[in-house]
T-cell receptor, first 111, second 112 residues
Framework: QQQVKQSPQSLIVQKGGISIINCAYE??????FPWYQQFPGKGPALLIA?????SEKKEGRFTISFNKSAKQFSLHIMDSQPGDSATYFC??????????FGSGTQLTVLP | DVKVTQSSRYLVKRTGEKVFLECVQD?????MFWYRQDPGLGLRLIYF???????EKGDIPEGYSVSREKKERFSLILESASTNQTSMYLC???????????FGSGTRLTVV
């Protein structure tokens, strides 16, 4: 049973544009929602994370938007750059359970 | 920074071989994890360990086993490798079960 659904599978954005990746979850006990960034040949690295007591968290050009009632959260990358080209994974955890990951989005930012 | 080191970047093994993937972390983390990564399927948890000699099955444990004899080392064992175990294997460690995961760079295993 896939508990975290991620879309789109791939995304192509022009330099300077906004990249948006969406995730939906099923388990209402989840209370931690991180995003990981993975470059080719590397393991995933934590990018930004949010807890459900806030609706938005911003770190530089990266913003997480969280909608608790809809059980959805999304990553927005403002002013996307070619160096942002990577695979992005959303994840969720809670109730003393380990992280469950989405299926990943391969982002390509064209120069 | 926490460093998670996986012993091999690439491995090629034959069907039926017993395969050992090794992972070492250097920050005294209690929790260690093994994931496999396949295109379109994301990261799927194979096994995890929350203490020395303790292990828990993840979502896809079939065909795998693990060993954690020391806190810093977590090994993934493929008892009899099969072609459907060709994948990228990622090790991670964390101070808490629910967050703070640090991943290694992965081992790309090909079973022929």
């Amino acid at each position: 049973q896939q508990q975290v659904k991620q879309s789109p599978q791939s995304l192509i954005v022009q330099k300077g544009g906004i990249s948006i990746i969406n995730c939906a979850y099923e388990n209402t006990a989840f209370d931690y929602f991180p995003w990981y960034q993975q470059f080719p040949g590397k393991g995933p690295a934590l990018l930004i994370a949010i807890r459900p007591d806030v609706s938005e968290k911003k770190e530089g050009r990266f913003t997480i938007s969280f909608n608790k009632s809809a059980k959805q959260f999304s990553l927005h990358i403002m002013d996307s750059q070619p160096g942002d080209s990577a695979t992005y994974f959303c994840a969720a955890s809670g109730s003393a359970r380990q992280l469950t990951f989405g299926s990943g989005t391969q982002l390509t930012v064209l120069p | 920074d926490v460093k998670v080191t996986q012993s091999s970047r690439y491995l090629v093994k034959r069907t039926g071989e017993k395969v050992f993937l090794e992972c070492v972390q250097d920050m005294d983390h209690e929790n260690m994890f093994w994931y496999r990564q396949d295109p379109g399927l994301g990261l799927r948890l194979i096994y995890f360990s929350y203490d020395v000699k303790m292990k828990e099955k993840g979502d896809i444990p079939e065909g795998y086993s693990v060993s954690r004899e020391k806190k810093e080392r977590f090994s993934l064992i493929l008892e009899s490798a099969s072609t459907n175990q060709t994948s990228m294997y990622l090790c991670a460690s964390s101070f808490a079960l629910t967050y703070g995961y640090t991943f290694g760079s992965g081992t790309r295993l090909t079973v022929v």
